[in-house]
């Protein structure tokens, strides 16, 4: 199974809304990152976390990370239409020298 | 523009053949990583060059091959092509060796589709 997982696999709200995911992960890790892939497109880098950071900010993002529960959420306030693409988050395991990418949340911001 | 650059965008080809995919890191970045993306197992990470060696390296099968040249630039070779080699295959490229210390640049990818 994968070592991140995204919960939920999709997500639909009205714009204005806020848009929470969630991700899971296995094994111990360096840090957690976040990355948006618009339709077809390349991944862009939202934010990143690291172990020792329990809660980041970046415009409207808030990226949390509990890493007793192994978990990490994804807060996007004031969604706009804009913000409709899939959403990764991507894990820098300790001791391996590469980054593991979840199955993503499909996020969909209705006019 | 995340500076890295993948070519071809789209490529058609027919099962047993084999093809290459080329990709330009960001200007100064020494590490080149690729990744698989397909519908059923999601963005798999299949190597790693760093400064023209290898790095890491992930679920790469065997009929694949990759390799960084001096100029930092970085191909991709799919050979014995099948149709479950279609998929986005994504280059993307870091300052440092370590992606685990810092964000990483995607190209916008190339579509392989296996006939």
């Known amino acids: 199974s994968q070592q991140g997982e995204e919960d939920p696999q999709a997500l639909s709200i009205q714009e204005g809304e806020n848009a929470t995911m969630n991700c899971s992960y296995k094994?111990?890790?360096?840090?957690l990152q976040w990355y948006r892939q618009n339709s077809g497109r390349g991944l862009v880098h939202l934010i990143l976390?690291?172990?020792?950071?329990r809660e980041k900010h970046s415009g409207r993002l808030r990226v949390t990370l509990d890493t007793s529960k192994k978990s990490s959420s994804l807060l996007i306030t004031a969604s706009r239409a804009a913000d409709t693409a899939s959403y990764f988050c991507?894990?820098?395991?300790?001791?391996?020298?590469?980054?593991?990418f979840g199955q993503g949340t499909r996020l969909t911001i209705n006019p | 523009d995340s500076g890295v650059t993948q070519t071809p965008k789209h490529l058609i080809t027919a099962t047993g053949q084999r093809v290459t995919l080329r990709c330009s890191p960001r200007?100064?970045?020494?590490?080149v990583y690729w990744y698989q993306q397909s519908l059923d197992q999601g963005l798999q990470f299949l190597i790693q060059?760093?400064?023209?060696?290898?790095?890491a390296k992930g679920n790469i099968l065997e009929r694949f091959s990759a390799q960084q040249f001096p100029d930092l630039h970085s191909e991709l070779n799919l050979s014995s092509l099948e149709l479950g080699d279609s998929a986005l295959y994504f280059c993307?490229?870091?300052?440092?060796?370590?992606?685990?210390?810092?964000?990483?640049?995607f190209g916008e990818g190339s579509r392989l589709t296996v006939l």
């Open positions: 993307a490229s870091s300052v440092d060796g370590r992606a685990y210390t810092g964000e990483l640049f």
């Open positions: 094994t111990s890790i360096n840090n």
């Open positions: 976390i690291r172990s020792n950071e």
């Open positions: 991507a894990t820098a395991i300790q001791g391996a020298q590469k980054l593991v």
């Open positions: 200007s100064g970045d020494l590490s």
């Open positions: 060059y760093y400064n023209g060696e290898e790095r």
